[in-house]
């Protein structure tokens, strides 16, 4: 994504534009509030819909218990838009056609403007007043797992605290469906076993458990693990409530689970619980690791300039920067020592910034011949340039340094 500096005056015109467009699909307006301005809504979200055969816009408003949505005319769009924009909401996402646009307004009232190609330029946009939308759990019909969950009323409503969540389990099924197929887990001839590991209120373990036994009916075996006894306790009586088969919790580390999984689920594991979780896969050899890392820590603590970083000392001697950096570079380590054991890894972006800060997934396929060379280099340059040992290198172990007998 390309981001460009933009004077404020230019927004409402920039969005008005998108909003007038005949693909336009969705705008989220939400982030922190810049300036005095007291906001009473914590988001806005806009579509386009069809009354009455009129193409219309419809502004639903959100203040974290409640939403209140209304309608108007394309020709009305000059009077709403900069009343939201008033409002001084810091993050606008826009989607039209093959295009999402992110906006940012930061602190000195800058525009600082990322455009991105999507592949579903060629969808046109839901115009129903009603819609149904194409989501793993859709709304608007009764689900007991989602009201077991306190996420769905009886009716089948999100509730407004809730509508995070909802959207989160949503894209996280959608990951997962999206490489069960390349991860061969289909045609296995037994059922695939799933660890969530850190599952906390297991919100997800539940809803990854219903989905692919009850909704694409692949038998499938799941256990949460987690140290909070508490949330294990409340996680079980959920699974006794909706009455849920193949669906187990253990409370104690990691490392203890007993489990030889397919999948390795570890998703906001914190700090270096997402490596023992990683290491856990690969150990046993997990065909499919998805996971939404937590809390850098440890490198944090060990991240200084000096020497070849040198050069980035201007951007490590901010707090807020020096933590960012250790994030990302905590993370390549991690895909790129999954890469060296034998992982065909991405890390994508899991679910817009809006819902949750942490928002990168690390997806890794075991797909590959373990050692590749050149990704060994790629790694002890990396540890050279930045002076430090990853925790990734130490919960791997042995297993993972034998691949750099030669380059020591």
Not at 25 to 30: L, P, Q, V
Not at 146 to 157: D, K
Not at 210 to 224: F, Q, R, S
Request: with cysteine; glycine share 6%; net charge neutral.
């Amino acid at each position: 994504m390309n981001n460009a500096e933009h004077d404020p005056a230019a927004l409402s015109p920039l969005v008005t534009e998108a909003l007038r467009a005949a693909d336009f699909r969705r705008a989220t307006f939400g982030g922190p509030v810049r300036g005095s301005t007291v906001c009473p809504w914590r988001r806005v979200e806009a579509r386009p819909i069809e009354l009455r055969g009129e193409r219309c816009m419809q502004f639903s408003f959100f203040d974290g218990k409640k939403h209140v949505s209304r309608n108007y005319r394309v020709e009305e769009l000059f009077l709403i838009i900069p009343e939201v924009i008033s409002l001084g909401f810091s993050a606008i996402h826009l989607e039209a056609g093959g295009e999402e646009i992110d906006i940012r307004v930061t602190k000195k009232g800058k525009l600082l403007i990322g455009r991105r190609k999507t592949a579903d330029n060629a969808v046109s946009p839901e115009l129903s007043h009603n819609r149904a939308k194409d989501v793993p759990l859709p709304e608007g019909q009764a689900n007991r797992l989602l009201e077991t969950m306190g996420i769905l009323t009886r009716a089948g409503t999100v509730r407004p605290t809730m509508r995070a969540k909802y959207t989160q389990i949503n894209e996280f099924l959608k990951q997962l469906t999206h490489v069960l197929d390349d991860a061969d887990l289909r045609s296995l001839g037994r059922p695939i076993r799933v660890l969530d590991c850190g599952c906390g209120a297991s919100f997800l373990t539940l809803a990854t458990h219903y989905y692919l036994n009850e909704v694409l009916g692949i038998p499938a075996e799941i256990m949460g693990v987690d140290i909070n006894e508490e949330l294990i306790r409340k996680s079980v009586e959920r699974s006794e409530r909706i009455g849920a088969k193949q669906l187990a919790f253990a409370c104690g580390p990691i490392g203890a689970a007993a489990m030889h999984p397919d999948i390795v689920l570890a998703l906001h594991a914190c700090d270096t619980a997402t490596d023992d979780a990683l290491a856990l896969a690969v150990a046993s050899q997990a065909r499919l690791i998805l996971s939404v890392p937590c809390c850098h820590h440890h490198l944090n603590e060990s991240l200084r300039a000096g020497g070849p970083t040198e050069v980035l000392r201007p951007i490590l001697r901010h707090g807020i920067l020096h933590e960012r950096a250790a994030d990302l570079i905590t993370d390549a380590f991690r895909a790129l020592a999954l890469r060296i054991m034998g992982y065909r890894t991405e890390i994508v972006e899991f679910i817009s910034v809006e819902h949750t800060a942490r928002n990168v997934m690390i997806r890794a396929l075991r797909r590959m011949v373990p050692g590749d060379r050149d990704f060994v280099r790629e790694y002890v340059e990396m540890k050279r340039f930045w002076g430090v040992t990853p925790y990734i290198e130490l919960a791997l172990g042995a297993e993972f340094q034998k691949h750099f007998v030669t380059d020591s």
